[in-house]
């Protein structure tokens, strides 16, 4: 097994049970370009409010943004910016304060925004008559509205949304209103001005959490989105579908959502469609973050509730991380600034993953360092114990053999893979890291490629998928290469050199294309393909259906 060290960060010195000299970790790191420094310091995960959770950001141009988000539960702060990087206090709102009739607590989740040139603030909260105790048995947390004329942000007194209506309205009265449980607007809501409409998204309670929306100018219709009352949701979000954020980009539409308990496993998710309606999940739900565990399994780092701001031409997610002491309890939530940038097909960069892959050394062992920034090294980050002889991992922001530290992928320069026969280290490859990609490739000298993750874009939502390649040896097409039967719906597959349907080994070297095909109910006559040429060592092809 590989000796486990220890490398002072920011030193020259360690300290081990072996010498340092040839170890892994023990190269100096390369020098970044000024522009490099300046990409990488764009991408850098920054902390704008300390305490702050549950954030949104109302942009009244590229240069004037307000912020705000759950604070003390009984005001609600709104911070102004110039820049969308640091913040300064505007003021407080005060519910309680701004209506003479009822005290309100528990205030979660506000969305500022503008409509009918007037600027509003929904947010979650109870409502009791002045001096009364709150929250009151047998309430449930509902949503109001309160409203400014201008930038001051002197909102006025609370309203309820669509009172004495059969739309979807607030409602304090615990369970479902007459019309449906999707009626009652909970939580967690968000406005999104379409071209041509105003939509309201919300929180609605029925064996969990669930989203829906409606279009302002025809509330009777809604639209469920998301939720374990109405999909089938996997155990690790809880029965929690949450905090619902939406843009449109290059004519995709996009819907954010956090899901499992805030306490617990919350996480970032999304999903893409060509309208509003489109967004549910019979959409492919991605991944956004990934909740951070140490090696023992225990919480450490949750992401969520969070806003995409587009400024420049740059997209970047405003999102609060959530911090866990050593026995895996939460401990604080504050606001931080991630820039994301975009696929091929369309898709987000993670927040916090990276694919490393590397090609292959029959009978050698690996293990993985990170060069930081700054220059010093993490070595190792992910052990031999850990890797063994794979040829890929997922980097997800712990480095697991030194102590369980966290690492931003912001703060990344390059990463290092050590490898190794009979225990004899010493040898690495090391590929430069731009902080924000998902993809990374580390090519050893004289490996072999034994696999080809290929990734493609979604089309129709019932479409399923099937798998050509192209021999390089006779130009031939190989079709399906791997069938529907065995892709179905996935948006992905590791090509092992191998297609099972006509039972035939074609090796990645072997290999000049790869075709992915996609068919609706079965209509092959009808199918629609993308190709991408290929090199035949690479180990990731993304391919995009036209």
Known sequence: MKPVRVVLLGSTLCAALVGCGGEPGSEPAPTPTPRQQELVDDNARTLLVPGLADPDVYKENDDLFFLSGTGNGWLLPIYESNDLATFRFKRDYNPSQADPTYDYCFLWAPDLNKSNGAY??????HRVPNGAACPPAGQDVTTFVATAPDLNFNFGAPQPIHANTTWPRTSTATGCLPQGCNRNI???SATFNDTAARWFFYV?????????SFNTAAPGTVYNHLGPAVFATPAHEEGINEAPEVFKRNGLYYMLFSGGWYNSQYAMYYVMGDSIPQLTRARAVRRLSQPLKNSAGRLVQSHGHNAIVERRGEYFNIFHVGAFDTAGNLTSRSTYRQRVTFKSDGAMTSLNQVNLRWNKLAGYSYSLDVVLRDGSVIGPCN???LLGQSNKTVFDGVCRSAGDRVVTKGDIAAFRIFYAINNAWGAFVETPYDGISDDVALTLPGGYTPFVDLEWS?????????IDVQRRDTGAWIGPCIGVNAVNKSLAWSYQGRCD???INVPPSNIQAFRICSAVNGDWSRARCGAAAYDGRSMHSRIVIP
Request: no cysteine; charged share 20%.
């Open 186 to 188: 909970r939580i967690d």
């Open 458 to 466: 979604e089309e129709e939502t019932a479409a399923q998928y099937s």
């Open 204 to 212: 609605w309670f029925d064996r969990g959490n669930n989203i829906a």
């Open 120 to 125: 509003q603030l929904h947010f979650s909260a």
């Open 383 to 385: 052990s031999v114990a």
């Open 501 to 503: 349907t006509p039972g």
